[in-house]
């Protein structure tokens, strides 16, 4: 059964103050670990998916790494916009569906 | 396009009643699912359809029934419900099979049981 761990739980931040978020996981097989924003009252916001570990994809302050065990999101010089929960969530042939297992996510709070 | 649309936003609903929320999405996707999140628990997956007339359970599906007759509609039914069932929930779609498969979320339902 796929496992997704995201710490921490909460996270706050000054702006300009950079960190990283992070994604345990285990799998048999992975296919993709993807990373979604979720505002308030919203649903889940695609961001990035990675495939291969060593792999980095960067979007404006925001940069995704993955190695065999885990994610890294780093949040470079963030801005109070950059508030919401960050979900993490893995795709494996597991069963024969491929469907997705999130963790919980981070919430993530930017004071200006 | 529309994407993945949801109705209704809000909901009380009393002990024992019944209700359908509506999901529809317009980009043919083959996969559809239902999660409920909960404050602090993330996405946890009820109901998946990989194709019409196709369903499957999830992690949480007691208390919740689903069909998928066409490939746009994929309704999540609510029989007796439950305070437990209070919760946020979302449907999503994407394109589905060993591809590495985004999910594209609608904006959700929030469903109160009193």
């Known amino acids: 059964e796929d496992q997704v761990t995201q710490s921490p739980e909460a996270l706050r931040l000054q702006e300009g103050e950079s960190s990283s978020l992070n994604c345990s996981y285990t799998?048999?097989?992975?296919?993709?670990l993807f990373w979604y924003r979720q505002d308030p009252g919203k649903g889940p916001e695609f961001l990035f998916t990675l495939y291969s570990a060593g792999e980095e994809k960067e979007k404006e302050r925001l940069k995704a790494t993955l190695t065999k065990k885990e994610s890294f999101l780093h949040i470079t010089a963030p801005k109070p916009e950059d508030s919401a929960t960050y979900l993490c969530?893995?795709?494996?042939?597991?069963?024969?569906?491929?469907?997705?297992?999130f963790g919980r996510g981070t919430s993530l709070i930017v004071h200006p | 396009n529309a994407g993945v649309t949801q109705t209704p936003k809000f909901h009380i609903l009393k002990i024992g009643q019944s209700m359908t929320l509506q999901c529809t999405q317009d980009m043919n996707h083959n996969y559809m699912y239902w999660y409920r999140q909960d404050p602090g628990m993330g996405l946890k997956l009820i109901y998946y359809s990989v194709g019409a007339g196709i369903t499957d359970k999830g992690e949480v599906p007691n208390g919740y029934n689903v069909s998928r007759s066409t490939t746009e509609d994929f309704p999540l039914r609510l029989e007796l419900a439950a305070p437990s069932q209070t919760s946020v929930y979302f449907c999503?779609?994407?394109?589905?099979?060993?591809?590495?498969?985004?999910?594209?979320f609608g904006p959700g339902t929030r469903l109160t049981v009193l």
């Open positions: 999503a779609s994407s394109y589905g099979g060993a591809s590495t498969d985004t999910q594209y």
């Open positions: 799998v048999s097989g992975l296919r993709g």
């Open positions: 969530a893995v795709q494996s042939p597991g069963g024969g569906s491929y469907i997705p297992t």
